[in-house]
């Protein structure tokens, strides 16, 4: 299998539990919630994404023949001079990474010494070996992956599907509410706050990668 990949980079993981720690991105192409067409937002199953995953035009992106061609790329952009005590580091995600990424492609990740994370919205099964799921729910779309790590809940989204007390009781490690990134972003923060507030088994994540402008 090859593999369709939008950009490749290394920088901090802005999201969620593992915030703050240096991870190489490996950005898969394409999504099955929209197409990343402007014009096909309207009628997508999602339609907040704020994510640029069409083709293989970014940074470090393109087309690789193999697992093993995979693995090397994202070793590139891991730093040659880090301890070992910094054990390598990738988080994949898109797009939607569960399109693409299967258990070759894992299996490459990790011979190539890296933890291997996913950032999937959870539509799609995962393949064996992962060492931390992150699932973003999104509107309505049907949910099969309902256990991991991390479940990261974009908050409000209109749909009643996406509520939180649909997913509290779901086997995650982590819950995370994450302010929606619209024009009514400080009212999204607000009522994130105020229902972490008022259902601690949330937390709050914040977009630190945004507010520290970085990638
Ligand atoms: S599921 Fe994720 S990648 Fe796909 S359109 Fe929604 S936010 Fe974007």
């Given amino acids: 299998m090859s593999y369709a990949v939008k950009e490749i980079y290394y920088t901090l993981q802005g999201?969620?539990?593992r915030s703050g720690r240096p991870a190489v991105f490996l950005r898969f192409a394409?999504?099955?919630l929209w197409t990343g067409r402007e014009r096909d937002r309207a009628g997508a199953v999602c339609r907040f994404c704020d994510t640029e995953f069409v083709?293989?035009?970014g940074p470090g992106g393109g087309r690789y023949a193999s697992p093993a061609d995979l693995a090397e790329a994202v070793s590139?952009?891991?730093p040659g001079d880090a301890l070992p005590q910094a054990r390598p580091y990738v988080v994949c995600t898109g797009g939607e990474p569960l399109l693409q990424l299967d258990a070759a492609a894992v299996t490459a990740l990790k011979g190539a010494g890296?933890?291997?994370a996913v950032e999937t919205n959870g539509t799609l099964e995962a393949p064996p070996g992962l060492d931390w799921v992150c699932v973003s729910p999104k509107a309505a779309s049907r949910l099969l992956l309902r256990s991991g790590n991390e479940l990261k809940l974009v908050y409000p989204q209109a749909e009643p599907e996406a509520r939180p007390e649909r997913f509290a009781e779901f086997a995650f490690d982590h819950f995370f509410l994450q302010p929606l990134d619209d024009d009514r972003l400080a009212d999204n923060t607000r009522a994130s706050i105020d229902y972490c507030l008022r259902h601690p088994q949330w937390h709050l994540s914040l977009q630190s990668h945004k507010i520290l402008g970085i990638a």
């Fill in 15 to 17: 999201e969620g539990a």
């Fill in 30 to 32: 394409g999504c099955n």
């Fill in 55 to 57: 083709g293989t035009d």
């Fill in 76 to 78: 590139r952009h891991w």
């Fill in 114 to 116: 890296f933890e291997v």
